[in-house]
């Protein structure tokens, strides 16, 4: 469907030619929870979204088949754009079949469209995100594989903790890693054995107010699981009523920032564009240049505030 089916354990190494004579391979950043509910195709939406009005050719490959929430959105995004009479740049989307759900438990076809939807995303981009079920599956850890860069969203709940793995109730130490941290922890060995990193992102998503004290002791644990298993925190992202309020849209927060916003969905606060700025630059995708005067850090800082009580 999508050109000839690569064999190799890594994939195919595609390099373009641009800004004169320098030689590039596309960044391929995987969104990775294998417990659903944590937000990762909103949070894939928003990465793709981001780097786009930031000038970057993205591709996006859902591979939730079941569910194909990212796809969705992508669908309601092309949708309502022109019913609006509004322009907004689109990712360029990869679909394995039409009907993903129809392949969903045909994983030798899964994993060949998903080789030759790579091979095309890699040709036509600078960043590939693909999305992934909540759940392990052989197209998943196909996708890790790939990834230059997993970021995994968890709820900010111990019991998303299992997820990366099993700690011991009373020191809140390692026991051992999970079973997706140990399909990540794989993937990086198998990538070092051909000179190609993987850096891992795990950042606290949905971040309510109120109970401070359960916020510490997650934030804790999480610093100190961190170092036993190997990867990195990134900043949270609260929770914010946009952020379910766009999705019948195809919208997400950039979108929102540069203006383009429905009648129904609130202004987003200062607050919420730092927020997302800072999540892109410790994901390396932005590099940050300070931008706000000292006397205005105050105010954000009171924004912050807010939106921990529930603001957008």
């Known amino acids: 469907m999508f050109g000839a089916t690569q064999k190799a354990a890594l994939g195919p190494r595609h390099q ?3 800004h004169g004579n320098r030689r590039y391979r596309a960044r391929v950043v995987v969104v990775g929870n294998e ?5 990762k195709s909103t949070l894939a939406a928003l990465i793709a979204v981001s780097m786009l009005y930031r000038g970057q050719r993205v591709s996006v490959i859902d591979l939730d088949l079941r ?3 990212l796809s969705r959105l992508l669908a309601n995004r092309r949708r309502w754009l022109p019913a609006a009479g509004l322009e907004a740049p689109s990712p360029l989307e990869y679909k394995l079949v039409e009907n993903p759900a129809a392949i969903a438990d045909d994983q030798p076809t899964a994993l060949r469209l998903f080789e030759e939807a790579m091979t095309m995303a890699l040709g036509d981009s600078d960043l590939v995100i693909v999305d992934t079920p909540g759940g392990d599956t052989a197209v998943s850890r196909a996708a890790h594989l790939q990834a230059d860069l997993i970021v995994t969203p968890m709820n900010d709940s111990f019991v998303d903790f299992d997820v990366i793995g099993n700690v011991d109730p009373v020191t809140l130490r390692l026991i051992r890693p999970s079973h997706y941290a140990e399909t990540i922890l794989n993937a990086r060995a198998v990538r070092a054995q ?5 850096d ?3 950042l606290r998503n949905r971040l309510a107010g109120g109970d401070t004290n359960n916020r510490e002791r997650v934030g804790q644990a999480l610093a100190a699981l961190a170092q036993d298993v190997g990867f990195r925190i990134g900043p949270s992202l609260r929770e914010r009523v ?4 766009m999705f019948p849209f195809g919208l997400t927060l950039a979108d929102i920032s540069a203006g383009l916003r ?5 202004s987003p606060k200062l607050a919420a564009r730092q927020e997302v700025n800072a999540l892109l ?7 940050l240049t300070p931008s706000v005067e000292p006397s205005a850090r105050p105010e954000a800082e009171a924004e912050a505030e807010a939106a921990m009580a529930g603001g957008l």
């Open 16 to 18: 373009r030619v641009a």
């Open 35 to 39: 417990k659903g509910g944590a937000g």
């Open 67 to 69: 569910q194909q929430s």
């Open 194 to 198: 051909h000179n190609r990193r993987l």
């Open 200 to 202: 891992w992102v795990v």
């Open 242 to 245: 946009a952020y379910r309020e």
């Open 262 to 266: 429905p009648d129904s969905v609130a």
């Open 281 to 287: 630059e410790a994901l390396g995708l932005i590099v």
